[in-house]
Nanobody
Framework: QVQLVESGGGLVQAGGSLRLSCATSGRTFSSAAMGWFRQVPGKEREFVAAITWNGGGSRYADSVKGRFAISRDNVKNTLYLQMNGLKPEDTAVYYC???????????????????WGQGTQVTVSS
């Protein structure tokens, strides 16, 4: 069983920054690819960023490239998302997710991830 708990969301003005954290339990974190996704009401959950099991590779949605950075600490079993230059369109509930069978990669597909956190709200005001 893997448990994921996000934190760090909140209200920020456009142009500001937030750092999301995802604390995990279970011994499988260090071998899992991890991802961040987001969702707004009435829309499908969308990919934001993902990182390989060892942090050696990452990928980003085009909409956040150059502004967001994903990282992980396999000693602390924690995933991070540094968000800079926030825009109102970044407003969403942000979820972290774990892919326990990544085959060395970092997927951007929702259905590749087996475990999900409950989400943290990020609101960016204009």
């Amino acid at each position: 069983q893997v448990q994921l708990v996000e934190s760090g969301g909140g209200l920020v003005q456009a142009g500001g920054s937030l750092r999301l954290s995802c604390a995990t339990s279970g011994r499988t974190f260090s071998s899992a690819a991890m991802g961040w996704f987001r969702q707004v009401p009435g829309k499908e959950r969308e990919f934001v960023a993902a990182i390989t099991w060892n942090g050696g590779g990452s990928r980003y949605a085009d909409s956040v490239k150059g502004r967001f950075a994903i990282s992980r600490d396999n000693v602390k079993n924690t995933l991070y998302l540094q968000m800079n230059g926030l825009k109102p369109e970044d407003t969403a509930v942000y979820y972290c997710a774990a892919d326990l069978h990544p085959w060395g990669g970092a997927s951007g597909q929702v259905n590749e991830y087996e475990y999900w956190g409950q989400g943290t709200q990020v609101t960016v005001s204009s």
